[in-house]
């Protein structure tokens, strides 16, 4: 199953992932200063992820495809890999409008 992964990066700032079925990073947000607002950021990717134009279809300066998740108001909550063509960036959004809805989320910030 898909799963959401909250986490700390070096900065103290944390952040999600969604990571599809085989483990694949397929989003990633931006950091965030508490984890309350990373959880709303996973809600808002649960709500626009099934809203197709709210991807972002863009091109790196290796020419690279990858795409933004935007929020309505139009902030980016979530940025794909580096994608090899365009037909794999489209399956990367398939994947992201398919999984997040339902994903489980899993805050590995807890010491256990």
């Not at 931006?30 to 809600?43: D, L, M, N, Q, V």
């Not at 709500?47 to 091109?59: K, P, V």
């Not at 979530?78 to 398939?94: K, R």
Request: aromatic fraction near 8%; hydrophobic fraction near 35%; charged fraction near 25%.
């Amino acid at each position: 199953m898909a799963k959401f992964e909250i986490y700390t990066d070096k900065k103290e700032a944390f952040r999600f992932r969604l990571k599809a079925n085989n483990g694949q990073v397929i989003l990633a947000s931006e950091g965030y200063s508490s984890k309350a607002s990373c959880k709303k950021g996973i809600e808002s990717v649960r709500l626009n992820a099934a809203i197709d134009g709210r991807f972002e279809r863009l091109t790196s300066k290796g020419r690279n495809p990858y795409f933004n998740l935007k929020a309505y108001n139009g902030q980016v909550i979530g940025t794909s890999e580096l994608y090899n063509s365009v037909s794999a960036m489209e399956n990367g959004i398939a994947s992201v409008a398919k999984n997040a809805p339902e994903a489980t989320i899993i805050d590995i910030t807890i010491k256990k």
